[in-house]
């Protein structure tokens, strides 16, 4: 599986920022995918899953500001940051978790599949 990130890039604090992450090569569209990020000198971490039904979970530090959601006839999966801060610096990866059909994981290790990552940098 494939996987192709876009949408980064450098904004100022409280600005917005769409990122999409599209699969391609072997994927499925039943299998969750999910969206973590890693910023500088720290250990990655979650910020959002969806499984195949639409159904999503996001992680508490970014609850209420970002949103994720995907297309399935596209292979697409969207993370949408709102009201971006400093802290939301970082490297944000897409991930499948392949060959499963239950909810998306928080843990990164559940994650077969990785895109290159795409940077997302907030300046006050």
């Known amino acids: 599986v494939h996987l192709v990130e876009s949408g980064g890039g450098q904004v100022q604090d409280g600005d917005s920022l769409r990122l999409s992450c599209t699969a391609s090569g072997g994927y499925s569209n039943v299998w969750p995918m999910s969206w973590f990020r890693q910023a500088p000198g720290k250990d990655r971490e979650f910020v959002g899953g969806?499984?195949?039904?639409?159904?999503?979970s996001i992680a508490d530090a970014v609850k209420g500001r970002f949103t994720i959601s995907r297309d399935n006839s596209q292979n697409t999966v969207h993370l949408q940051m709102n009201n971006l801060k400093r802290d939301d610096t970082a490297i944000y990866y897409c991930a499948v978790r392949m060959l499963s059909y239950t909810g998306p994981s928080p843990d990164s290790k559940d994650y077969s599949s990785w895109g290159q990552g795409i940077p997302v940098t907030v300046s006050s």
């Open positions: 969806i499984e195949w039904r639409g159904v999503s």
